[in-house]
């Protein structure tokens, strides 16, 4: 039972259960839909960019406790960081997630509450279900960098 | 000794007087032995795919390792045994589900390339602009598809059978959909997501009673029923080896004779032809008309044994002891007050569909992996049938012959398990 506590830490039960930041902001100037079809995971995550901050951020979708959770804690980690901070903090959590030994291993401290996600590394089919709010985050900035870069 | 030699022996008693002896017939399954993170593998996905028993793997190993040519072509000794074995499945498969004639009996790759053969030859050849094809709500997505695309190429209409809350087939809203526009029913024998056994002869007698050709997807019925479409009358019926035990990549398309003379190849290649000048080409005779190219030669034969092995151990004495862990299983799942069975039909095979309140299924499943347990979670290819119970995903447990009502307590041991995690 040791290593299944390990992928579901109170912190991310709690955050599945009532994720917060859900909804869709009515400021909100760039989203992007994010499918895992594997899992049925499905979410829409909502921005408000400004001046290359992220102002605002909320989600809404359904899908496994651990995908829920990833988004829930992700919309309060990348509140109020810069584009290039927010891009860093995925790479460090894709590192978390997938790598024994995560690149800087001494910096976790920046992922703050995300190292709840360290037990995902065991559970290498769960890895999707992680990344997959953050990877339709990046995908709702690299939308808007379209989006500017054809005006 | 092994279980099927006994039961083999047996048989001069008659196979339905023996006992069925689970325990027997988990010694001729290699894979069973072993242990997932420490604890007993509890098997409970045999909808998805079956494991196989010994006789089956060591069939194909002989076959590469002592006799082994390719077929139809060899004058010489190795070829004529191999085409031999091969045709001998054939005939295996044509007693196994009671076809008149061998011929009947197309080798395929599994049921979806049977049903898209069907699509494609007989659909695209007969069926034109608003002719209506008729599915149920509980259709795998390899009975949905192949006739979406056909839609795009003929313009038929696809309409669909309702099911009850439990999962049946509702008889009334199925007859009214079969109108003078109707040319084929393509519906399955049992429900791969909720096990529900179709009332068939109904079926097929409302839709003949119209003069309307019936394909059955028989995928999840052949492990668990005894099939005979003599009598069933249907005009096609497919399913796929490997859940019959069999290997993967090889399966069967059932065709009555003359539907299938009457049906334009579906692939061009070696094989399927008489002779080939590049102004003509005269086609082989039925089944090999639909065998183009080098088939899965090891696969047949696999087959074959597959279906020597289910027969030994007796249809009826499978469906039995089947039908004892399902209603256990089923028992003893209603125990837990947080569990919502999906698939309540009276008439079921084992297989068991269900959701835990709020915890979603991936949740479930890597909890239960964690016990060793192996569950499907997902939609199980049947998208239309989850939304119906506004479920997009379930777990389902399958018991196939080898499954006991011990297992069935594991997993319910498991869901407690899951329970405690999730509080
Ligand atoms: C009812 C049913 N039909 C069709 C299929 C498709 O079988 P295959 O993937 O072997 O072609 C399956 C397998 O999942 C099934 O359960």
């Known amino acids: ?151 | 000794m092994s279980a099927t030699a006994d039961v083999l022996r047996s048989s001069r008693n008659g196979p339905e007087t023996a006992a069925f002896d689970v325990w027997r017939v988990r010694e001729d399954f290699p894979i069973l032995k072993q242990k997932i993170y420490d604890r007993p593998l509890v098997f409970l996905d045999s909808a998805a795919s079956a494991q196989k028993p010994r006789v089956v793997i060591e069939a194909i190993r002989y076959r590469y390792a002592a006799e082994y040519a390719n077929i139809h072509r060899g004058v010489y000794y190795l070829s004529q045994r191999t085409t031999q074995a091969f045709e001998d499945a054939r005939t295996k498969v044509q007693r196994f589900l009671n076809a008149r004639e061998a011929r009947e009996i197309v080798f395929v790759r599994g049921a979806t390339e049977a049903i898209n053969l069907v699509a494609q030859s007989y659909g695209r050849t007969f069926f034109g602009e608003g002719d209506e094809i008729v599915l149920s709500t509980m259709e795998h997505h390899s009975n949905i598809v192949p006739w979406q695309m056909l839609r795009e190429q003929k313009g038929v209409v696809l309409r669909v059978a309702p099911i009850n809350d439990a999962g049946e087939l509702l008889l009334e809203e199925y007859e009214k959909l079969l109108g003078p526009k109707t040319k084929l029913v393509a519906i399955t024998h049992c429900s791969n997501a909720l096990g529900t056994i179709t009332p068939l002869p109904e079926v097929i007698r409302l839709a003949h009673d119209r003069g309307i050709r019936v394909l059955v997807d028989g995928c999840q019925a052949v492990p668990h029923l005894k099939v005979d479409v003599q009598e069933l009358d249907c005009d096609f019926y497919v399913f796929s080896g490997h859940k019959l035990y069999g290997p993967s990549g090889i399966g069967v398309l059932y065709g009555k004779a003359e539907l299938l003379e009457a049906m334009p190849p579906y692939q061009g290649g070696g094989e399927m032809i008489i002779s080939v000048t590049f102004e003509k080409t005269e086609y082989n005779a039925i089944p090999y008309k639909f065998e183009a190219g080098t088939p899965h030669i090891t696969g047949a034969i696999g087959l074959g044994t597959a279906i020597d092995y289910v027969t030994a151990l007796g249809t009826e004495r499978i469906a039995a002891h089947e039908q004892a862990v399902l209603a256990h299983a089923t028992e003893r799942l209603k125990e837990i007050n947080s569990l919502r069975l999906i698939g309540t039909a009276e008439h079921k095979v084992s297989i068991l569909s269900f959701t835990i309140n709020d915890v979603h299924p991936h949740d479930v499943g890597t909890i239960l992996d964690r016990e060793g347990i192996a569950v499907r979670a997902g939609h199980h290819c049947a998208q239309p049938v989850m939304e119906r119970f506004g479920a997009p995903a379930t777990v389902r447990a399958s018991f196939g012959l080898y499954n006991t009502t011990e297992e069935a307590d594991v997993l319910v041991t498991g869901i407690r398990k899951v329970l405690e995690i999730f509080g």
């Open chain 1, 1 to 151: 039972m040791f290593d299944l506590r390990e992928l579901y830490q109170e912190v991310i039960l709690d955050h599945s259960k009532s994720p917060r930041n859900y909804g869709r902001p009515a400021n909100a100037n760039c989203q992007a839909h994010g499918d895992n079809p594997l899992c049925g995971d499905r979410l829409t995550v909502y921005l408000n960019v400004q001046d290359g901050v992220v102002k605002e951020i909320a989600f809404e979708g359904s899908g496994c406790a651990i995908s829920m959770a990833s988004a829930s804690l992700m919309t309060e980690a990348v509140r109020g960081k810069t584009e290039v901070e927010a891009r860093g903090l995925f790479k460090r959590f894709h590192s978390l997630v997938t790598e024994a030994e995560p690149a800087d291993a001494d910096d976790t401290g920046a992922l703050d509450k995300l190292t709840v996600f360290a037990g995902v590394r065991e559970f290498p089919i769960r890895v999707k279900c992680a990344t997959l709010p953050w990877h339709t985050f990046t995908g709702a900035l690299d939308r808007r960098v379209d989006m500017i870069s054809t005006e």
